[in-house]
């Protein structure tokens, strides 16, 4: 197998031929067709995410299922399968209290070696999964079937980006038609955010963000109103456009504690703040506490959009074929394998929403 591996923080990823370690019985080997390039897959590389090396780096994929382990039930080979970086088991206790997104098994699929690399060491793959390469193995828990003709470029997309946006509007905040939303962070999931938000039938979808390409596709997404919060406060440019009260819902989707009180001031008075971005996991965020009191807002947190992935990810496929969810769009370039550690460079760069590795 041929993969991108986080050896060293800081480092480019080095891509390099491994070979894979013999799957188990309750593993599936999934031919990977396209892998979206994540910015928690850069979160790994800059130490925001503390994960040792090495590791295949990858978590949002589609692919083929090749072979099946001898306790697979639910999959066989040619199946089409989007992996998800967060399993479903469906025995544990938040899988069977519909809060599979919290699955009790994520630590465990997590540290599964998966690929020895050329100098003896053992990779595992990033969230279990890996789909920075030609071919993975996965417990049967982190791949879900799915039934369509949908691009596997697109269909990647829904095993992170996507899922994790829309989900955060239609399941996390569950946003009313007619009500006001503003998205801090119009990267991918960003992008996300805005398109749930347009589904559920927001009136008003404030995009915010200071690169003019991402304040330029949130409009094509359905943003009303775009701030560059460079050009003052927007907080109160918020505030103009909304009689004074703020957003009926505030999405943070950088994953800063500077921009999560942002979220948390730009929520109107009994509106609701939701982080959907991914802090570092030694930082902390302070609030006003008479505020938290006084205004009656919800501050919510938000993991993979809150999603129960074999009822979602069907459910977003349904909405891309009949042309409400636009997935193409988020595909800002197609790159092979090799030009991985240039996509971090572009994004980071704010040149893309997302490069897919086909």
């Not at 295949?56 to 999959?75: F, K, P, R």
């Not at 069977?96 to 009790?104: G, R, T, V, Y």
């Not at 100098?119 to 791949?143: I, P």
């Not at 996390?172 to 119009?186: D, L």
Request: charged residues 20%.
């Amino acid at each position: 197998m041929r993969a991108a591996v986080y050896v060293e923080q800081d480092q480019p990823l080095v891509v390099e031929e491994l070979d894979a370690v013999e799957p188990g019985p309750r593993d599936v080997v999934v031919q990977i067709a396209a892998s979206g390039v994540c910015h928690s897959d850069l979160s790994v590389t800059n130490g925001t995410l503390p994960i040792p090396p090495p590791c295949i780096l990858g978590h949002e994929g589609a692919g083929i299922v090749d072979w099946v382990g001898s306790e697979v039930s639910h999959l066989v080979p040619g199946d089409r399968v989007i992996a998800t970086f967060v399993p479903a088991c469906g025995s544990c206790w938040y899988c069977i209290h519909d809060k599979s997104n919290l699955c009790e098994g994520t630590a465990e699929t997590a540290m599964l070696p998966r690929a020895k690399r050329p100098n003896g060491s053992t990779a595992v793959g990033f969230a279990g999964l890996g789909t920075f390469s030609d071919v993975m193995t996965v417990r049967e828990s982190q791949a879900v079937k799915v039934d369509t003709e949908l691009p596997a470029e697109q269909l990647a997309l829904i095993g992170c980006g996507v899922t994790t946006g829309v989900g955060a509007a239609l399941n996390t905040a569950q946003v009313e038609p007619g009500s006001t939303v503003a998205v801090i962070g119009c990267g991918g999931v960003g992008q996300a955010v805005i398109q749930g938000a347009r589904i559920a039938g927001a009136a008003r979808i404030i995009a915010i963000d200071p690169v003019d390409l991402k304040r330029k596709t949130a409009e094509q997404q359905g943003a009303t109103d775009l701030i560059d919060p460079s050009a003052g406060d927007p907080v109160s440019q918020v505030q103009e456009l909304t009689g004074g009260r703020g957003a009926d819902y505030a999405f943070e989707v950088i994953g800063r504690p500077e921009t999560i009180v942002q979220a948390f001031a730009t929520a109107r008075r009994g509106g609701t703040a939701v982080v959907v971005g991914m802090p570092r996991i030694d930082s902390e965020v302070t609030l006003p506490g008479f505020g938290m009191f006084y205004d009656e807002k919800k501050l919510l947190g938000c993991v993979y959009g809150s999603a129960q992935v074999r009822r979602d990810f069907p459910r977003f496929i349904s909405l891309a074929e009949t042309g409400r969810l636009d997935l193409g769009a988020m595909v800002s370039r197609r790159i092979k394998l090799d030009e991985v550690n240039d996509a971090f460079r572009a994004m980071e760069a704010g040149e893309v929403i997302r490069s897919v590795i086909v």
